[in-house]
């Protein structure tokens, strides 16, 4: 395909041509009714892309739900307040809205302090503050704390290795880095990955072997003593700890004390976790013109944590889809398939949301047709991800081409896309997302500083352009995927 390249940018018949080649589709042989052939989709396509990069509707969304209605922890007022905005929104834009009911965890977080109060060489009547933030789900420590000697780890065989003898009545550390390298180099989900799992498991890990609370090195960047929250999962076969994230610049304080002889910590944490509360998925539909039965989703999600925000996650994601729609309003566009915008609820602390969806729509599977999900904040976008058959990638090759000219021209055959739409994927509905500029997000993500700022409006642009176009192009294409 390279030497159809240099004329994609001025001709449109050059892309209609490829278009149609990888659409295999030729106009004069194709039955029945067509109301957009490849050259039209590709002038639309164009279109649509050049709308994006000029609105400002997903800036005002987002500035909105980040400024005037805060953290949308499930279960809060803020997310309830949300939910309302969105589905007002997009009865605005005209769509179909439903609100899908979900029971969601409802988590409020408390007090949470720490200091060492015993270390070598401190000083008397002194401590050092340890900056950190309760993990998502955490049981409370008892109400005026508990003090107890902390243990450090790098890693599930270090604290095997300790023992029930050392660690039964302490409080463990799970030091394990953030790998920023990584992330530098285009593989911030793989540094998140390595680095998150003792957020997940770490505390059920250190309480089979009787520790009191565990702590987990942020997974996330570091450098401004921001603590990083999240969610964790208690298994079942395990004393319920409390459980917090500490500051990477904390957790190198406490290994160098460690490293010199015996620490302790006071430790406060006082989350509740109340009973589930009633939330929902935003579902808003601009029906299809030949296929309204067919379902092309677009969605990011709508609940984010409480420390910040939640603009680039998931604010960012769900402005991405509601502009979606509004560009096929505003160009007056309507595709053979129905483009369903989801605001997802509770991807943060249980992905009730997706789930939820994925059960009620069980049925009817084989009508969606691909999902795609916005949940890497909103960093220049280099192209998009695809979890299917490889076909797909060729199929949307013509696609590629045009979104070259923005710098997006990337495909890439993944194993997951979005969490949300993990389970549709798991089904066997080809599933989609932008590749962002990720190399900062981990920053930000999960802190008190997941605010507004972080959003570049140029770059949330360019994602809508990406993702509008990449929906408008499924919601259209004469064929199915294979899947
Ligand atoms: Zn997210």
Redesign the pocket.
């Known amino acids: 395909m390279r030497f159809v390249e240099a004329f994609l940018g001025t001709s449109l018949l050059a892309a209609g041509t490829v278009l149609a080649l990888a659409l295999g589709v030729g106009a004069q042989t194709r039955p029945g009714p067509a109301p957009e052939g490849p050259l039209e989709l590709a002038a639309n396509l164009a279109r649509l892309r050049d709308a994006a990069l000029t609105s400002d509707y997903a800036w005002r969304q987002v500035a909105y739900l980040t400024q005037n209605i805060g953290p949308r922890l499930a279960g809060s007022p803020q997310a309830e307040a949300a939910v309302n905005y969105v589905a007002g929104e997009l009865r605005r834009l005209g769509l179909e809205v439903t609100l899908q009911k979900v029971m969601v965890p409802h988590w409020v977080r408390g007090e949470e302090t720490a200091a060492l109060t015993d270390y070598p060489s401190m000083a008397p009547k002194t401590t050092q503050k340890i900056v950190l933030t309760a993990l998502g789900g955490s049981v409370a420590t008892p109400s005026d704390g508990l003090t107890a000697e902390v243990v450090v780890v790098n890693n599930f065989d270090e604290l095997q290795a300790l023992g029930r003898d050392r660690v039964a009545g302490k409080i463990v550390l799970f030091n394990a880095k953030f790998d920023q390298r990584l992330a530098d180099n285009g593989f911030a989900g793989q540094a998140y990955g390595q680095a998150v799992v003792y957020r997940g498991i770490g505390a059920s890990a250190a309480a089979r072997l009787g520790a009191v609370a565990a702590l987990n090195r942020s997974a996330g960047g570091a450098d401004y003593r921001l603590p990083h929250t999240g969610a964790l999962r208690y298994a079942d076969d395990a004393p319920k700890i409390p459980a917090a994230a500490v500051a990477s610049e904390d957790a190198d304080l406490i290994a160098h004390l460690t490293s010199e002889g015996k620490v302790r910590m006071h430790l406060v944490l006082t989350p509740q976790t109340l009973p589930d509360a009633v939330s929902y998925n935003v579902i808003g539909d601009l029906k299809g013109s030949e296929h309204p039965e067919q379902i092309v989703i677009v969605s ?2 709508l609940d ?1 944590w409480d420390l910040g925000t ?1 603009a680039i ?2 604010g960012a ?1 769900v402005v991405v889809a509601m502009q979606a729609a509004q560009l096929l309003r505003q160009l007056n566009l309507r595709p053979k398939r129905t483009l369903r915008v989801i605001a997802w609820m509770n ?2 602390n249980g992905s009730r949301g997706g789930l939820a969806y994925a059960a009620d729509h069980k049925s009817e599977i084989a009508k969606h047709f691909a999902a795609i999900e916005t ?2 904040g909103a960093g220049h976008p280099l192209g998009f991800n695809a979890q299917g058959k490889p076909e797909i990638l060729t199929l949307l090759q013509p696609l590629a081409l045009i979104l070259q000219s923005q710098g997006a021209g990337v495909t890439r055959l993944v194993e997951e896309t979005g ?1 949300d739409i993990g389970p549709l994927g798991a089904a066997g509905v080809p599933t989609f997302a932008p590749i962002q500029d990720s190399r900062t997000y981990f920053n930000y ?1 999960h802190t008190a500083a997941d605010t507004l700022d972080k959003v570049n409006p140029k770059e949330l642009q360019e994602n809508c352009a990406v993702v509008a176009a990449l929906a408008y192009t499924l919601a259209s294409m004469p064929q199915s995927l294979p899947r």
């Open positions: 990011g999600h984010s939640g996650d998931d994601g991807e943060e949940d890497l969490s993500h």
